[in-house]
């Protein structure tokens, strides 16, 4: 059974250099202070993009991050799996393969983690989703340490 890691891209990785040389302001002689928001990336399907998954809709890979906006006045949910066939569930209903609605308020974003599951569904098409750019992804790690801390238990040494 290969382990999952999270790994990086290395190649996006800045220097602390470059990035105090670019949050500096020589004009003003100061430093810059702009809240700037997570890189939003629609879902990718079939040479395609949506951002509105109302059927089972896999997401390019797991260990994603998700910002959801409800463009709705009213409440609806946003449901996360592992199988293509994954159905929509109400608000805080759950399935027999444990998956649960989770609520997205009215008018707001809400983020959630896919962790291991590769499948969304919303229940209504007012229900932005947007993959929240991440140079990590989970991988899987193989060979003969790849059993190491599976179900928490740790090798003794």
């Known amino acids: 059974m290969a382990k999952n890691q999270r790994t990086i891209d290395i190649a996006s990785v800045n220097s602390p250099h ?3 040389s670019i949050e500096y302001n020589p004009a003003s002689g100061g430093q810059k202070s702009l809240i700037v928001g997570p890189h939003l990336l629609p879902i990718q399907i079939a040479g ?8 089972a809709t896999a997401i390019p890979y797991i260990g994603a991050n998700l910002a959801v906006y409800n463009n709705s006045g009213t409440a609806a949910s946003i449901t ?32 959630l983690s896919m962790g291991a599951n590769q499948y969304v569904i919303t229940s209504a098409a007012t229900l932005f989703v947007y993959i929240i750019e991440d140079p990590t992804k989970i ?3 193989t060979g003969p340490y790849a059993q190491q801390n599976v179900n928490g238990i740790l090798p003794i040494s």
């Open 48 to 55: 395609t993009y949506t951002t509105t998954p109302t059927a």
């Open 18 to 20: 470059d990035v105090q």
């Open 80 to 111: 996360i799996g592992n199988t293509p066939t994954l159905t929509s569930q109400a608000i805080g209903a759950s399935d027999a393969n444990g998956n649960v609605g989770v609520a997205c308020q009215p008018n707001a974003w809400t983020y």
């Open 139 to 141: 991988t899987a790690e």
